[in-house]
């Protein structure tokens, strides 16, 4: 593989998706999403990129993005019902996710108008599904794998080891929310970023709290 996951693409998002993204309800400052559009510009055309926390959809929209641009596809899992710090009564709670039938969040429908209203709908492909059961029905090889899920401890630990093994090799591991100090944020994402960098992954890019790694 030639393409520089660490490099800056040479063609930017198109304003008007930009604007989707924003729009977008969600977490991730504009120089992590454009580092991670990077990785994704470099890797698409490789194979697919996979993204475990898809919520509604702004990473997706930058990846897709950068996917379309290459030729490529993305997969992201979420089985919409939301992490821990989302719930009723958490930190990032948002009542407007909420589904008043079932009385549990649901970023499903979101996510959905962010993919059509970014013309994306045939470039990223939506597993509905918690992050184990979709790990133990896939077998395909990733050019890129995008781990920003769960990030309870048993979650990020689980999906660092249920998924990490099918990035290809020279492939992309991106990791988000890692925050080595403890006062920033929660450790899961730093404690799998650890463990990835110990079984070999090189880290080619830090903006803010994403990190790039390479196999
Ligand atoms: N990448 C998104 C934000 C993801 S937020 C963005 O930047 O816009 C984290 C998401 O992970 C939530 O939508 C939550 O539902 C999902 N999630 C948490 N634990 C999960 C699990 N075990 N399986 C599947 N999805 C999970
Ligand atoms: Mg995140």
Known sequence: MIDDPAAAAPVRIDPARKKIADDAKGFMPDAEAEALYDAAWAMASYGPILEIGTYCGKSATWLGAAAEARGGQVVTVDHHRGSEENQAGWEHHDTDLV?????????????????????????????????RTAAALWSTPLAMLFIDGGHAEEHAQADYANWSGFVMADGVLAIHDVFPDPADGGQAPFHIYERAIREGFREVRVVGSLRVLRR
Do not use: C, K, Y
């Open 99 to 131: 589904d008043p039938t079932v009385g549990l969040m649901d970023t499903l429908p979101f996510f959905r108008r962010t993919m059509h209203a970014a013309g994306l709908e045939d470039v990223v492909t939506a597993v509905i599904a918690r992050s």
